[in-house]
């Protein structure tokens, strides 16, 4: 069904995106969210430089963004070529309904079709993979709906004997979702994986979290020790549940208007600093608001992402042309299509 735009003075403020006029020095997102179809999309479309099968290859640093599908082997093979991965980091859709709606990004199919398409981009994914090679999935989990699909993308990674599990990592949000009857929702599920050996660099979990607690004492070469006195770093190690990571939303700077539930730069460059060196090829399925790319030029890492659709495949090249130009790894208030910067102001598109 086709979205509709709505003027802004039909909502309540109870509605609107958190508002605060300039005339009080603040500010608010000039973006609808881009995963919407509808007239925004329309909009938006003539200024998007690459269609289905399409990629722009950067003449700087060599990265290529397509518009492709991650589930057929013959777009992956088109993007990748030769060459293979050290590390994959994918973000796909979680089968989980995003803000009360369901989108061609963020959709909600049958489990049966859901787990389809996931077992056709995965095996995509392995084929694009060195030899020895990291694999991290994003994945989300309904407790509406049975908490699918993680345990079920779980079984189905059962069924590739290139994979071994490695660990599940927990986001903590700083923003969730809850009700009054139930425990407010603020995870998200990070799965990982590895194909053949490869290296894993601790020296990159390693937050700016300070320890301050004392404690686990044992005997190293005859003399009791406690862990601040053995530790190599006067920082705390991330694990497997991520708490010094603020979710991105529009009042960070990497905030990429228009992109609903993109994931934080710190994370994604966590993964690239622990899975990959500088200069080696890292690809992302699902590019989305172009996060991987930003952190993969950051990192002086090599960045190969394509997305199905090409508003999100265009938002991924202008960010990286915005990094390069301003240093600002996103718009956070400002819009990343300037082009119809009047219309996007007269409307809350839904």
Same mark, same amino acid.
Request: proline share 5%; aromatic share 12%; net charge positive.
């Given at each position: 069904?086709?979205?509709?735009?709505?003027? =802004? $003075?039909?909502?309540?403020?109870?509605?609107?995106?958190?508002?605060?006029?300039?005339?009080?020095?603040?500010?608010?997102?000039?973006?609808?969210?881009?995963?919407?179809?509808?007239?925004?999309?329309?909009?938006?479309?003539?200024?998007?430089? =690459?269609?289905?099968?399409?990629?722009?290859?950067?003449?700087?640093?060599?990265?290529? &963004?397509?518009?492709?599908?991650?589930?057929?082997?013959?777009?992956?093979?088109?993007?990748?070529?030769?060459?293979?991965?050290?590390?994959?980091?994918?973000?796909?859709?979680?089968?989980?309904?995003?803000?009360?709606?369901?989108?061609?990004?963020?959709?909600?199919?049958?489990?049966?079709?859901?787990?389809?398409?996931?077992?056709?981009?995965? +095996?995509?994914?392995?084929?694009?993979?060195?030899?020895?090679?990291?694999?991290?999935?994003?994945?989300?989990?309904?407790? +509406?709906?049975?908490?699918? #699909?993680?345990?079920?993308?779980?079984?189905?990674? +059962?069924?590739?004997?290139?994979?071994? #599990?490695?660990?599940?990592?927990?986001?903590?949000?700083?923003?969730?979702?809850?009700?009054?009857?139930?425990?407010?929702?603020?995870?998200?599920?990070?799965?990982?994986?590895?194909?053949?050996? #490869?290296?894993?660099?601790?020296?990159?979990?390693?937050?700016?979290?300070?320890?301050?607690?004392?404690?686990?004492?044992?005997?190293?070469?005859?003399?009791?020790?406690?862990?601040?006195?053995? $530790?190599?770093?006067?920082?705390?190690?991330?694990?497997?549940?991520?708490?010094?990571?603020?979710?991105?939303?529009?009042?960070?700077?990497?905030?990429?208007?228009?992109?609903?539930?993109?994931?934080?730069?710190?994370?994604?460059?966590?993964?690239?600093?622990?899975? $990959?060196?500088?200069?080696?090829?890292?690809?992302?399925?699902?590019?989305?608001?172009?996060?991987?790319?930003?952190?993969?030029?950051?990192?002086?890492?090599?960045?190969?992402?394509?997305?199905?659709?090409?508003?999100?495949?265009? &938002?991924?090249?202008?960010?990286?042309?915005?990094?390069?130009?301003?240093?600002?790894?996103?718009?956070?208030?400002?819009?990343?299509?300037?082009?119809?910067?009047?219309?996007?102001?007269?409307?809350?598109?839904?």
């Amino acid at each position: 069904m086709k979205s509709k735009a709505i003027p =802004l $003075s039909l909502f309540g403020d109870e509605l609107l995106i958190e508002k605060e006029t300039e005339e009080k020095g603040k500010t608010t997102e000039k973006l609808g969210r881009l995963d919407f179809l509808g007239e925004l999309r329309e909009k938006i479309l003539p200024f998007c430089r =690459l269609k289905y099968g399409e990629i722009w290859e950067d003449p700087v640093n060599k990265h290529k &963004v397509g518009v492709l599908d991650a589930t057929k082997p013959e777009d992956v093979e088109k993007i990748i070529g030769g060459e293979k991965a050290k590390l994959v980091i994918n973000d796909p859709p979680y089968n989980v309904v995003v803000g009360n709606a369901n989108t061609t990004s963020l959709f909600k199919m049958s489990l049966k079709k859901y787990l389809e398409f996931s077992e056709k981009w995965v +095996r995509n994914a392995i084929a694009a993979m060195d030899k020895d090679a990291h694999f991290y999935i994003w994945i989300g989990t309904d407790y +509406r709906d049975n908490f699918q #699909p993680l345990p079920d993308f779980i079984i189905l990674m +059962r069924e590739f004997k290139e994979l071994k #599990p490695q660990n599940i990592i927990t986001m903590r949000n700083q923003r969730g979702y809850g009700t009054q009857k139930n425990w407010m929702w603020v995870r998200q599920e990070l799965l990982y994986y590895v194909k053949g050996n #490869p290296n894993f660099n601790v020296d990159a979990e390693y937050t700016d979290i300070p320890k301050i607690l004392r404690g686990y004492y044992k005997e190293v070469n005859g003399e009791i020790t406690e862990n601040l006195e053995r $530790s190599k770093s006067k920082y705390i190690r991330a694990g497997n549940v991520w708490v010094d990571i603020q979710q991105v939303f529009y009042r960070m700077e990497e905030n990429v208007p228009g992109c609903y539930a993109q994931k934080p730069l710190k994370a994604i460059e966590r993964i690239l600093l622990s899975a $990959s060196n500088e200069k080696e090829l890292v690809v992302d399925f699902f590019a989305h608001s172009g996060t991987t790319l930003i952190a993969g030029e950051r990192l002086k890492r090599k960045v190969y992402t394509f997305d199905i659709d090409p508003v999100f495949a265009e &938002v991924t090249i202008r960010r990286l042309e915005h990094f390069r130009k301003t240093g600002k790894t996103g718009w956070q208030w400002q819009n990343p299509f300037p082009e119809i910067e009047k219309q996007s102001r007269e409307y809350r598109w839904i």
